[in-house]
Nanobody
């Protein structure tokens, strides 16, 4: 089992930045591949970014490439998402996810956090 708790969401103006964190417990953190997803009102949940267990490989949705950076600190059991140049269309609930297998746009991870709201005003 893996427990995930997100934090760092909030209200920010367009062009601003936020850093999301996800604290993990349970299964050893370094064994988990990790990812971020988001769900906007009235839309399906979508893939944002993923990172492998060691942090050596990352993947991003085209909509966030060059603006968002996913990273992890295995010593602190924490996943991060640095979000820069935020746009109103980035407004969504952001979810942290974990799985023993690689996370990508094509699959649905096994473990999920409760989500944190990010609102970008124009």
């Amino acid at each position: 089992q893996v427990q995930l708790v997100e934090s760092g969401g909030g209200l920010v103006q367009a062009g601003g930045s936020l850093r999301l964190s996800c604290a993990a417990s349970g299964r050893p953190f370094s064994r988990n591949n990790m990812g971020w997803f988001r769900q906007a009102p009235g839309k399906e949940r979508e893939f944002v970014a993923a990172i492998n267990w060691s942090g050596s490989s990352t993947d991003y949705a085209d909509s966030v490439k060059g603006r968002f950076t996913i990273s992890r600190d295995n010593a602190k059991n924490t996943l991060y998402l640095q979000m820069n140049s935020l746009k109103p269309e980035d407004t969504a609930v952001y979810y942290c996810a974990a799985d023993q297998f690689r996370i990508s746009i094509a699959n649905s991870p096994k473990y999920w956090g409760q989500g944190t709201q990010v609102t970008v005003s124009s």
